[in-house]
């Protein structure tokens, strides 16, 4: 079996070390014996590379960089990309892509970018001198059927830790949160929501990179892009996961909050 991770724009958003979860996901699929190919969706790629993929991970980036993106992402692109995401194609949206993803984004400095609406969200930057929300983030996962199912692979609670890094606010339309905030600012730092989750999209202000530090998600991805792909159960064998398993719990106490 094989899994295809369309990578977007990895030039442009990679400012914040959001290919760790590229990484993750690739490995963790090779370490089960699938076969992984890892597709650029950038400047380069057409609508039919990006309806080719079977999960997608979209990084962070800086204004600027952003505004290239959604230039360039437009057309029969930003259809297969909507197409994509509405069949249930799984997804990891950190940061800046999540805030494409929505209706739009109003930088700091500049003109408002529109977004491709995929997700009843938006997200402002309140200007150069405000503060960014900076820091480690905890949340738990509140998404009702993800919940569910990670609790079902776990055993346990969801909770996610990442370290958060943006000066975009986004508030949500009637899409769901991803969770709730347990330490940290997450959407706005107003509402005590954090990302957002549609369809198989996990929408997120959490990098750090996050599927390193919260493995069961991406082996919920690769469950979830195998089992669309081929129509069949799909069962992972488990994997040691003992040091990050360390490296949450260490987090957990240095931040305390018992979860
Ligand atoms: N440019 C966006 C912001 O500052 C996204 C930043 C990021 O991707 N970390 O809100």
């Known amino acids: 079996m094989e899994i295809i991770i369309g990578w977007l724009y990895p030039k442009l958003m990679s400012t914040y070390g959001d290919r760790g979860n590229v990484i993750t996901i690739e490995r963790r699929a090779q370490w089960r014996g699938y076969n992984v190919t890892v597709l650029p969706l950038d400047q380069n790629s057409t609508a039919e590379d990006i309806k080719s993929v079977d999960v997608i991970v979209g990084g962070g980036a800086q204004d600027r960089q952003q505004e290239i993106v959604m230039r360039d992402l437009q057309g029969a692109k930003a259809d297969a990309m909507r197409e994509k995401i509405e069949n249930g194609t799984p997804g990891v949206f950190t940061c800046g892509s999540p805030q494409l993803l929505g209706h739009y984004y109003e930088p700091g400095l500049g003109q408002r970018i529109e977004g491709l609406g995929i997700l009843d969200l938006v997200s402002i930057h309140p200007g150069e001198n405000s503060k960014r929300c900076i820091g480690n983030l905890v949340i738990e996962v509140t998404a009702s059927r993800l919940a569910q199912e990670l609790e079902a692979m776990t055993g346990t609670k969801p909770y996610l830790v990442g370290f958060e890094n943006h000066g975009g ?54 469950q979830t892009a195998l089992r669309l792909k081929y129509q069949q159960e799909i069962q992972l064998t488990s994997l040691d996961d003992t040091l990050a398993m360390q490296g949450r719990l260490a987090m957990f106490k240095r931040l305390k909050v018992s979860c």
């Open 169 to 222: 606010r986004t508030k949500l339309g009637k899409v769901e949160a991803l969770g709730r905030v347990v330490y940290g600012l997450g959407n706005n730092g107003e509402d005590g929501t954090e990302g957002a989750f549609y369809q198989n999209a996990i929408a997120t202000y959490s990098h750090g990179p996050l599927l390193p530090k919260n493995p069961f998600v991406a082996d919920w991805l690769i």
